[in-house]
């Protein structure tokens, strides 16, 4: 069975293709997880899970959305929900957003103390900020997914020393994503997980479209090719990952 640890399914890019996007996953995929980045689409994420079996929730305020410091009782509410299982996206931007970047960091943490007293794991987003957001998530221990990683593979490493896992998108279908393919070759299977991101980063050979969870295939494709293994041996590793992950949390998955 396959996963799809982080996906904008509330997007407007979906409105359209929504209900045959979700048809199409059904009886393919254990669990979509679909992502909020702010009250909003935290609430949107909550209302689409509500209507599927295999759809879940993660809400939480992502950085590009922050510009000031706020009130964060509303992900602890909301989080009350049976089909909330995780806590994100949230982390560091600093390619969008140089300038709120304190704000971005006590935003982050608090977030992830909110994660550990509900005891649910944490979706990272990390941008042009990749040493801090190591450093939070090194002093602020917790656990949760480095969301469509791109950092490096010495960095990767350090980040499966303290138990986090490594989300691989559609970027490690593409010719010259170079340094993604590496970490997939590099890091041990125990510590990867599969997303789409979508709309956005919609692997090869359909890069350029709106993505869909279905496409994953391509992704289990590559890791396979790159692992030297079977597509049936990576799923199924991938999908005990999410189960160490995300499993036992609100919900008995
Ligand atoms: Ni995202």
Redesign the pocket.
Known sequence: MLVDT?I?LADDAYLDILDEVIEEARGRFKSIIV?G?DYKTSLDAIRLAERYDFLYASIGLHPQEVTKLENLAWIKELAKHEKVIAIG?IGLDYYWDEQYKDFQKELFIKQIKIANELDLPVVV?SRSAHQDTFDILKTHKTKGVL??YSGSVELAREYTKLGYYIGIGGVVTFKNAKTIKEVVSDIDLKYLLTET?GP?LTPHPYRGKVNRPIYIEYVISEIAKLKNKTKNEIEEKIYNNYLELFGGTNEEI
């Open positions: 982080h904008h992502s980045v996206e987003h969301h469509c991101d956005y």
